[in-house]
């Protein structure tokens, strides 16, 4: 990464149950406090290897199955999730700030999870929004939800490839 780039960026989801209860006005106004600029964003629907290899680092814990149908939006029948990239100074920092901690329970008030997050009965934290936690997390994750072509500045280092065989769905 090059060092311009650094702790600029920050991969931001909208999970299925913020989007289920339309939420996201109020999540990116909160999210407009941070003055960064959003660089990338698109609906997703998120499939089982995205999902599994999003949370990887999650996958001995025992709340991992139920942690992939909700962020595939099994739980709240809203598969998608919205993805954003936000992007500017500290981004990480600003970001997790105002998003407040993880579980919802100890997330200050003033912030999103602390204002529309919970816990259900299983323990899952249903906490409305991800927020990359690092620098190393924000690269590996940004570059599993994006396209280069997707983002509108350059994070990363990029290459160009000629792909044969490449099947896409076009407009009629």
């Known amino acids: 990464m090059s060092q311009d780039n ?13 989007l289920k209860k339309s939420l996201t006005g109020n999540i990116l106004t909160r999210l407009s406090e941070t003055k960064l600029e959003i660089v990338a964003a698109k609906m997703v629907r998120v499939s089982r290897e995205l999902a599994e290899e999003h949370y990887r680092h999650l996958r001995d814990k025992p709340f991992f199955p139920e942690l992939i149908k909700y962020i595939q939006g099994e739980l709240h029948n809203r598969r998608k999730v919205m993805a954003l990239i936000y992007w500017g100074e500290d981004a990480i920092r600003k970001c997790r700030a105002i998003a407040g901690s993880t579980n919802p329970e100890e997330a ?55 792909e044969k065989e490449c099947k896409h769905k076009v407009w009629l």
């Open 6 to 18: 650094k702790n600029k960026a920050v991969l931001i989801l909208i999970k299925p149950d913020g």
């Open 108 to 162: 200050e008030p003033t912030t999103i999870r602390g204002s529309y997050g919970r816990i259900l009965t299983t323990g899952l934290y249903e906490n409305v929004i991800h927020v990359s936690s690092d620098e190393k997390e924000a690269e590996r994750e940004i570059k599993l939800w994006f396209r280069p072509d997707e983002i509108i500045v350059d994070l990363y280092p990029t290459k160009e490839v000629v």
